[in-house]
């Protein structure tokens, strides 16, 4: 199976800044990859999908890029609200893992 | 609205079952696939499970394969999961989701409130 590894595992930043995310697969997936935000006791919510599309309602500060086996989400001016974990999850084949998760902090 | 509405979770002994149930209402259901997604307490999310909009393709986590059957029902407009031999490590929020499209192989994008299900003696 294709594994889903991300980093760092954790980051704090300040208000404002340009905060960038990695995931990488075991294998080729193409741009079969999303992206979710996790916030503190609340339900994962979709963010990116197809490796770089923006899901309806979420704000442009969040961009996704990549293809193959490297990916990356980028926040592009954290706000405080952005305070989450957020993981990555492939969906070219079954099993559709996903990566262990970034913990996103505001300094 | 879209809505996704698990039941069916609780304390169940090792080695027990239990079917959980998510109730979707707001999109046309058959032409969506469905997935199951856990989170252990404390954890990252796993996913478990997806199945088709039509029932035809199902898929699992290595981790529970033999144990979990994924099933709907599209005349109720009715996602399940069937959970088998139940152990420790399966104590979990459950979520189920709706996938973007009507392969199981696409971005969830409506997520349920989760269930809890607990295995503990």
């Known amino acids: 199976d294709i594994q889903m590894t991300q980093s760092p595992s954790s980051l704090s930043a300040s208000v404002g800044d340009r905060v960038t995310i990695t995931c990488r697969a075991s294998?080729?997936?193409?741009?079969?990859l999303a992206w979710y935000q996790q916030k503190p006791g609340k339900l994962p919510q979709l963010l990116i999908y197809?490796?770089?599309s923006l899901q309806s309602g979420v704000p442009s500060r969040f961009s996704g890029s990549g293809s193959g086996t490297d990916f990356t989400l980028t926040i592009s001016s954290l706000q405080p609200e952005d305070v989450a974990t957020y993981y990555c999850?492939?969906?070219?084949?079954?099993?559709?893992?996903f990566g262990p998760g970034t913990k996103v902090d505001v300094k | 609205e879209v809505q996704l509405l698990e039941s069916g979770g609780g304390l169940v002994q090792p080695g027990g079952s239990l079917r959980l149930s998510c109730t979707a209402s707001?999109?046309?259901?058959?032409?969506?696939?469905m997935t199951w997604v856990r989170q252990a307490p404390g954890k990252g999310l796993e996913w478990v499970s997806g199945?088709?909009?039509?029932?035809?393709?199902?898929f699992y986590a290595d981790s529970v394969k033999g144990r979990f059957t994924i099933s709907r029902d599209n005349s109720e407009n009715t996602l399940f999961l069937e959970i088998n031999s139940l152990r420790a490590d399966d104590t979990a929020v459950y979520y189920c989701?709706?996938?973007?499209?009507?392969?199981?192989?696409?971005?969830?994008?409506?997520w349920g409130q989760g269930i809890t299900v607990t295995v503990s003696s």
């Open positions: 989701a709706k996938v973007k499209i009507y392969a199981a192989s696409g971005a969830m994008d409506v």
């Open positions: 294998q080729d997936i193409y741009n079969f």
């Open positions: 197809n490796a770089a």
């Open positions: 199945i088709s909009g039509g029932g035809e393709s199902k």
């Open positions: 999850q492939k969906y070219n084949s079954g099993p559709f893992t």
């Open positions: 707001g999109f046309s259901f058959s032409h969506y696939a």
